[in-house]
């Protein structure tokens, strides 16, 4: 008989990665698009995948949203495994964020109208439903989060390409979701913009209940600080997984993107530099 200590900490093991794939492929018109996927992410961590163009990850990201059904394998999610659950129901706990494929907002919303759509998993208020005072403090509070509290009345549409960005992450947040998705969040932004929206991911992850969040990008300066584990794709396969001191390196990397990389540490942050001499 087991003592009710000892159920807690099995239910606690059981739950301790919010991201599972267990032998996932993937096969899109006839072409393997993600080959033999397995790997782990531990609830409140960050993990990092980087990949060249066409290497598969905004399909590993539609896998783990649940829009692109893989052809083998299992994927589980907040401890859900895919095909045995309601799948609305998971994805209302994934926040996904893909800038390219942004939801289409009024341009004349106001921001924080924007950001409360995340309670109701929409492109606009519902009509029919009220915002109540505790869910409309959390809207403000997720912007103040992200530096928007001081243009939460302003146009979505008259923002800038970063603070969009910075708004749908605030969008997410309210929706409670534990677990963020972004492919590619920083891509199109400028410099002072790609920074901002950095550190905003560099303070989520220094919450006490941190979100689980799932970065796939090719640039290393767009990561936060605190990444705990890479994976490293290629042609739709994982060349290699683990912390990023081991992964993120010259060598590992060059083969990674087939050129020669240098990588170095600057101020806990790790940057690439591409050498045009060859290997």
């Known amino acids: ?7 807690g900490m099995i239910l606690g093991l059981m739950n301790a990665h919010a991201v599972s794939l267990g032998g996932v492929s993937a096969v899109r018109q006839g072409q393997v698009i ?30 783990l949203s649940g829009y692109l059904w893989p052809s083998t394998g299992t994927v589980t999610v907040n401890g859900a495994t895919f095909g045995r659950v309601d799948l609305a129901a998971v994805r209302r706990r994934i926040g996904l964020i893909e800038p390219s494929r942004a939801p289409k907002f009024d341009p004349q ?9 995340g309670l109701f ?14 869910q409309w403090r959390r809207v ?19 923002l800038s390409s970063g603070e969009q960005m910075k708004t749908l992450l605030a969008r997410a947040l309210v929706s409670d979701a534990s677990v963020l ?11 002072g913009s790609r920074a901002a929206c950095i550190a905003v991911l560099d ?15 090719h640039h290393l300066d767009e990561l936060p600080r605190a990444v705990d584990k890479v994976v490293l794709l290629k042609d739709g396969k994982v060349e290699d997984q683990g912390p990023p001191d081991k992964l993120l390196t010259s060598a590992s990397l060059s083969r990674l993107f087939d050129c020669r990389v240098e990588v170095f540490k ?14």
């Open 1 to 7: 008989m087991l003592l009710d200590g000892s159920v």
């Open 34 to 63: 993600l080959d033999d996927i397995s790997l782990t992410v531990p609830a409140g961590t960050c993990c990092a995948i980087l990949g060249p163009n066409g290497s598969g990850k905004s399909a590993l990201v539609a896998v």
């Open 109 to 117: 919303m106001p921001v924080r109208e924007v950001a409360a759509t």
């Open 121 to 134: 998993g929409t492109i606009m208020l519902p009509l029919r439903e009220e915002v109540e005072p505790e």
């Open 140 to 158: 403000d509070e997720e912007l103040a989060a992200v530096g928007l509290d001081a243009i939460a009345d302003r146009a979505y549409g008259d």
């Open 181 to 191: 998705l972004l492919d590619e969040p920083t891509v199109g932004l400028d410099m």
């Open 203 to 217: 303070r989520l992850l220094e919450r006490r209940d941190p979100p689980t969040l799932v970065i796939v990008s």
């Open 266 to 279: 600057n101020d806990g942050r790790f940057v690439a530099s591409v050498r045009s001499n060859p290997f």
